[in-house]
Nanobody, 129 residues
Framework: QVQLVESGGGLVQPGGSLTLSCVGSGFTSDYHAIGWFRQAPGEEREGVSCMHTTDGTPYYSDSVKGRFTISRDEAKGTLYLQMNSLRTEDTAVYYC??????????????????????WGRGTQVTVSS
């Protein structure tokens, strides 16, 4: 059973930065992807960033590419999401996850959901002036 705990969310002004952290098991090298997703009120959960645990290759949705960076510290069992140049449309609950089946992230973000993720409970990010 994968257990994941996110932290680091909060209220930030547009243009600001936040770093999310996720502590848990399963961030070591195997064939199951790890990543960050988000869900805004009234919207479906969407992929933000996905990483292959075998080689650390990151993938991003077009909406965050160039602004967000995913990284991991295997020794600490922690996954990070550095978020810069935040926009009001980034407001959402952010979830880290571990894929339940082996697979890749190199398709479009909606295809990531097919990897049967286990989620943490999420952390709220609110971007507002």
């Amino acid at each position: 059973q994968v257990q994941l705990v996110e932290s680091g969310g909060g209220l930030v002004q547009p243009g600001g930065s936040l770093t999310l952290s996720c502590v848990g098991s399963g961030f070591t090298s195997d064939y199951h992807a790890i990543g960050w997703f988000r869900q805004a009120p009234g919207e479906e959960r969407e992929g933000v960033s996905c990483m292959h645990t075998t080689d650390g290759t990151p993938y991003y949705s077009d909406s965050v590419k160039g602004r967000f960076t995913i990284s991991r510290d295997e020794a600490k069992g922690t996954l990070y999401l550095q978020m810069n140049s935040l926009r009001t449309e980034d407001t959402a609950v952010y979830y880290c996850g571990k894929a339940g089946v082996a697979g890749t992230c190199d398709g479009p973000p909606p295809s990531w959901l097919a990897l049967l993720w286990s989620w943490g409970r999420g952390t709220q990010v609110t971007v507002s002036s």
